[in-house]
């Protein structure tokens, strides 16, 4: 050891770049220790199966495992609880690092929302047809005092006025206001005066004989 020393002393050109070398190495050292430790390398979780649960449930599970929750999609679905998940990237059951994030695709937590098609002077066949391919359901018919029968003169969604182009929920209860039509007392009218006309015609008839 002290020859090692006297050597360095006597050429300390050599003795710089042997502590630079050393200086270098442990530098390389610290910094993979560091990369290993930020990265997690050689730790592994494996992803929960969370499709099917609601999302409070989801969370807590995949948090549990060291995960990330993030939510990258909703879809709306009446046939399914709000908050439901319905997809999951990655996949489960796969080896992710921990802190990974997981997107969700979930159901969404507000019905969807559907726009108010061109619904007045069409038939009340046919503003129904239109308003159930948009997906709302919930239709009542009502009649009201107009001359044209079958016509739909307006809609109403919890009693305010439904203007075309708005926006409405797709689980709305709307009431179309569909006319009466005049013609079918017109013709009873009718009917009655030629019925009396008909009438005192023949009492005519049988006072002069």
């Given at each position: ?74 879809i709306y ?23 990974r994030t ?26 129904q047809t ?80």
């Amino acid at each position: 050891m002290k020859k090692l020393i006297q050597f360095l002393k006597k050429h300390p050109i050599l003795a710089n770049i042997i502590y630079i070398f050393i200086a270098g190495w442990l530098i390389i050292l610290a910094a993979l220790f560091f990369l290993d430790f930020w990265t997690h390398h050689g730790e592994e979780a494996t992803v929960p199966k969370v499709t099917g649960m609601s999302y409070n449930e989801a969370t807590s599970l995949l948090r549990s495992a060291g995960l990330v929750v993030e939510i990258s999609d909703s879809i709306y679905d009446n046939k399914r609880p709000a908050g439901t998940v319905v997809e999951q990237t990655p996949h489960p059951y796969v080896q992710v690092k921990p802190g990974r994030t997981i997107y969700l695709t979930i159901v969404s937590f507000t019905a969807k929302m559907v726009t108010v098609p061109h619904y007045l002077n069409v038939s009340s066949r046919q503003a129904q047809t239109t308003f159930e391919g948009l997906g709302i359901k919930n239709i009542k018919i009502v009649e009201v005092e107009s001359e044209y029968k079958d016509l739909v003169i307006g809609a109403k969604f919890n009693g305010i006025p439904l203007k075309e182009g708005c926006k409405i929920p797709v689980t709305a209860s709307i009431t179309l206001e569909v006319g009466k039509g005049y013609e079918a007392q017109a013709d009873t009218a009718t009917i009655s005066d030629e019925e009396r006309v008909e009438e005192m015609f023949d009492k005519a008839v049988f006072l002069g004989e």
